[in-house]
């Protein structure tokens, strides 16, 4: 029984838990690779009928994500025996896995397989997503992916909606805007960013309705196109098709082109020059601080602060949202250590509790 494992359980010092939850952990992963291996073998086999996704989702009663996340798996990982071998060890999570699989090759599989148990599976999947090649057909199918649905559930209006990339990224632009021009009376506090968000909403219909405009008016999409590398052209962080990239250029959309070798340095005084913060916007779409994803309020943050002697380059610099900009140096104890240009890059660690840094760090890779 539960209850009786936990009367056991209650009775451990803290060391013995924690050693046999790390233990629990590994064993876990174990087995859920031993799952998989199980299903490739099937797959081969064409034991799973001819969709070996909707055989996983079906039999194990899980989302469709997920079952195509274990197909994909099973079908690269045994290219990759470094990376198999560190999974069938217990040290990479199937959340990392399922990004690793696709940014490792045979002639990268031994980097990946040492870097890769750093990284967070957010960063990780940023990474695959940069390196995507966006086809016509998937530029066409995002545009025929997009709603708005909305419908009356009691005395309340019920919303629910997706916008593809670049149409997505105004949107969101829009919305930013208007939600950080709500701002409080003197005195009071913010209220919610989803009560702010229901009333920019509200807001946009009123001025549609009176002819009037909201949004920011010089607003145009930044797309950044990245030189001497595997990334795509994207906006916001969001990998583009050629064709759409060829249209918003025709269409007046601001251009900037990064090289990799770039530092992206001011050439004078402290402020984040633009080009640098196009860059960081396209690298940094999620808060860079490990197992925070937050994709709003994101601002730059110097990981070695300025009067610390730190640069303001690519290297020092991070976007991170602002609950995590609040505890970091030189405001809280809190500091991000590493380079996020790096694969294997980031970690979050206590400043203030000396002996206890190491135990704090979570590690994160860079996008």
Not at 10 to 23: K, Q, S
Not at 153 to 177: C, S, W, Y
Not at 270 to 280: E, M, Q, S, V
Not at 305 to 313: A, E, L, N, V, Y
Request: hydrophobic share 35%; aromatic share 4%.
């Amino acid at each position: 029984m539960f209850t009786d494992a936990l009367d056991e359980l209650r009775t451990w010092p803290n060391d013995r838990l924690h050693a046999a939850r790390d233990e629990a952990v590994v064993e876990e992963r174990r087995w859920r690779l031993r799952r998989v291996a199980l299903d490739r073998v099937l797959d081969e086999r064409g034991a799973t009928g001819p969709d070996a996704i909707e055989w996983v989702q079906d039999r194990d009663k899980v989302r469709a994500s997920t079952a195509r996340a274990e197909v994909e798996v099973a079908r690269r990982l045994d290219e990759l025996p470094e990376l198999a071998a560190r999974a069938e060890a217990g040290e990479v999570s199937f959340d990392q896995l399922e990004h690793l699989v696709q940014l490792a090759t045979p002639e990268t599989d031994k980097e990946w397989a040492q870097r890769g148990p750093k990284a967070a599976p957010s960063d990780l999947a940023r990474m695959v997503q940069r390196q995507r090649i966006v086809s016509p057909a998937e530029a066409a199918a995002r545009h025929q992916a997009r709603e708005l649905r909305w419908w009356r559930k009691g005395e309340m209006l019920q919303v629910r909606g997706a916008i593809p990339d670049v149409n997505g990224a105004f949107v969101e632009t829009v919305f930013e805007h208007m939600v950080n021009a709500m701002k409080p009376t003197p005195g009071e506090a913010w209220d919610t960013r989803a009560h702010r968000g229901a009333d920019a909403l509200v807001a946009l219909c009123h001025a549609y309705q009176s002819g009037e405009g909201l949004a920011p008016k010089s607003w145009r999409p930044t797309v950044v196109i990245h030189m001497g590398s595997d990334a795509q052209p994207t906006v916001k962080g969001i990998p583009l098709a050629t064709g759409t990239v060829s249209q918003l250029i025709s269409e007046g959309a601001k251009v900037r082109t990064v090289w990799d070798d770039d530092p992206l340095t001011p050439q004078t005084g402290d402020d984040i020059p633009a080009a640098l913060r196009d860059y960081l916007t396209a690298r940094d779409p999620v808060c860079r601080v490990p197992g925070c994803e937050r994709t709003f309020g994101l601002d730059a943050h110097h990981m070695l602060p300025r009067s610390h002697g730190g640069t303001t380059d690519k290297h020092n610099v991070v976007m991170i949202c602002t609950t995590d900009h609040k505890q970091a140096i030189p405001h809280g104890p809190w500091i991000l250590h590493g380079d996020p240009e790096q694969p294997d890059g980031l970690t979050w660690r206590r400043i203030d509790q000396p002996g206890e840094g190491d135990g704090d760090a979570r590690a994160g890779p860079a996008a």
